[in-house]
Protein backbone atom coordinates (compact mmCIF):
# COMPACT_ATOMS: atom_id res chain seq x y z
CA UNK A 1 0.00 0.00 0.00
CA UNK A 2 1.49 3.69 -1.03
CA UNK A 3 0.25 6.73 1.19
CA UNK A 4 0.74 10.22 0.08
CA UNK A 5 3.66 12.64 1.24
CA UNK A 6 2.22 15.29 2.88
CA UNK A 7 3.95 18.53 3.43
CA UNK A 8 4.48 17.51 7.59
CA UNK A 9 5.65 13.98 5.90
CA UNK A 10 8.19 15.72 3.14
CA UNK A 11 9.13 18.29 6.06
CA UNK A 12 10.07 15.85 9.04
CA UNK A 13 12.03 13.56 5.83
CA UNK A 14 14.04 16.92 5.05
CA UNK A 15 14.64 17.65 8.76
CA UNK A 16 15.88 14.19 9.18
CA UNK A 17 18.13 14.44 6.34
CA UNK A 18 19.37 17.81 6.70
CA UNK A 19 19.97 16.75 10.59
CA UNK A 20 21.65 13.38 9.62
CA UNK A 21 23.49 14.91 7.17
CA UNK A 22 24.90 17.72 9.43
CA UNK A 23 25.69 14.56 12.22
CA UNK A 24 27.57 12.50 9.09
CA UNK A 25 29.98 15.17 7.93
CA UNK A 26 30.64 16.24 11.45
CA UNK A 27 31.59 12.27 12.24
CA UNK A 28 33.46 11.84 8.96
CA UNK A 29 35.45 15.20 8.61
CA UNK A 30 35.88 15.96 12.65
CA UNK A 31 36.86 12.49 13.91
CA UNK A 32 40.21 13.57 14.39
CA UNK A 33 39.16 16.57 16.17
CA UNK A 34 36.12 15.12 17.99
CA UNK A 35 37.97 11.78 19.44
CA UNK A 36 40.09 13.63 21.89
CA UNK A 37 37.35 15.96 23.15
CA UNK A 38 34.31 12.76 23.36
CA UNK A 39 36.61 10.12 24.28
CA UNK A 40 35.30 7.72 21.58
CA UNK A 41 37.17 6.45 18.90
CA UNK A 42 37.66 8.33 15.62
CA UNK A 43 37.07 4.87 14.06
CA UNK A 44 33.66 5.16 15.25
CA UNK A 45 33.18 8.40 14.60
CA UNK A 46 34.02 7.92 11.09
CA UNK A 47 32.12 5.02 9.93
CA UNK A 48 28.94 6.25 11.77
CA UNK A 49 28.92 8.98 9.81
CA UNK A 50 29.61 7.47 6.63
CA UNK A 51 26.65 5.28 7.14
CA UNK A 52 24.58 8.01 7.37
CA UNK A 53 25.41 9.18 4.10
CA UNK A 54 23.10 6.41 2.13
CA UNK A 55 20.87 6.91 4.50
CA UNK A 56 20.57 10.66 3.84
CA UNK A 57 20.55 10.25 0.51
CA UNK A 58 17.32 7.86 0.80
CA UNK A 59 15.90 9.94 2.84
CA UNK A 60 16.01 13.20 -0.17
CA UNK A 61 15.11 10.49 -2.57
CA UNK A 62 11.86 9.51 -0.77
CA UNK A 63 10.57 13.14 -0.06
CA UNK A 64 10.69 14.55 -3.34
CA UNK A 65 8.18 11.76 -4.51
CA UNK A 66 4.44 11.79 -4.65
CA UNK A 67 3.84 8.83 -2.64
CA UNK A 68 5.78 5.71 -0.81
CA UNK A 69 5.47 2.82 0.12
CA UNK A 70 4.09 2.59 3.40
CA UNK A 71 6.32 -0.56 3.99
CA UNK A 72 8.89 1.96 2.95
CA UNK A 73 8.27 4.61 5.61
CA UNK A 74 8.02 1.56 8.66
CA UNK A 75 11.42 0.47 7.17
CA UNK A 76 12.67 4.00 8.17
CA UNK A 77 11.52 4.14 11.36
CA UNK A 78 12.95 0.76 12.58
CA UNK A 79 16.24 2.39 10.75
CA UNK A 80 15.57 5.13 13.09
CA UNK A 81 14.61 2.77 16.01
CA UNK A 82 17.56 0.50 15.73
CA UNK A 83 20.11 3.71 15.85
CA UNK A 84 19.05 4.22 18.90
CA UNK A 85 18.72 1.27 20.45
CA UNK A 86 22.63 0.54 19.21
CA UNK A 87 24.10 4.00 20.67
CA UNK A 88 22.47 3.48 23.89
CA UNK A 89 23.54 -0.16 23.58
CA UNK A 90 26.73 1.11 23.08
CA UNK A 91 26.94 3.35 25.74
CA UNK A 92 25.91 0.89 28.20
CA UNK A 93 27.95 -2.13 26.91
CA UNK A 94 31.25 -0.85 28.39
CA UNK A 95 33.12 -1.28 24.45
CA UNK A 96 33.45 2.36 24.83
CA UNK A 97 34.37 4.35 27.83
CA UNK A 98 33.41 8.00 26.61
CA UNK A 99 34.09 11.00 28.95
CA UNK A 100 30.71 12.96 30.09
CA UNK A 101 30.58 15.03 26.71
CA UNK A 102 31.21 11.74 24.75
CA UNK A 103 27.63 10.56 26.76
CA UNK A 104 26.19 13.59 26.03
CA UNK A 105 26.84 13.28 22.66
CA UNK A 106 25.53 9.79 22.00
CA UNK A 107 22.73 10.09 23.65
CA UNK A 108 21.87 13.68 22.22
CA UNK A 109 22.20 12.29 18.99
CA UNK A 110 20.07 9.03 19.83
CA UNK A 111 17.00 11.24 21.38
CA UNK A 112 17.48 13.36 18.58
CA UNK A 113 16.94 10.37 16.11
CA UNK A 114 13.99 8.81 18.30
CA UNK A 115 12.39 12.37 17.78
CA UNK A 116 12.43 11.61 14.18
CA UNK A 117 10.92 8.37 13.92
CA UNK A 118 8.12 9.04 16.17
CA UNK A 119 7.70 12.12 13.71
CA UNK A 120 8.14 9.50 10.95
CA UNK A 121 5.33 7.55 12.58
CA UNK A 122 3.05 10.32 13.13
CA UNK A 123 3.25 11.48 9.52
CA UNK A 124 2.08 8.09 8.08
CA UNK A 125 -0.87 7.81 10.50
CA UNK A 126 -1.73 10.92 9.12
CA UNK A 127 -1.13 10.50 5.17
CA UNK A 128 -4.14 9.34 3.15
CA UNK A 129 -3.97 6.27 0.72
CA UNK A 130 -2.00 7.47 -2.36
CA UNK A 131 -4.19 7.78 -5.17
CA UNK A 132 -4.12 4.63 -7.53
Known sequence: MS???TPFL????HA???ISGAAGLLMMLGAPLLSPLLELPAELLFWAG???????AML???????SVSKLVMVDIIAINALWVIGSFALLVSGTIQPNLLGIAFVAAQALTVAVFAELQFVGIRR??????
Open 16 to 18: DAL
Open 60 to 66: VVIARRP
Open 50 to 56: LALVPFV
Open 3 to 5: IAV
Open 10 to 13: RNVL
Open 127 to 132: AAPAAA
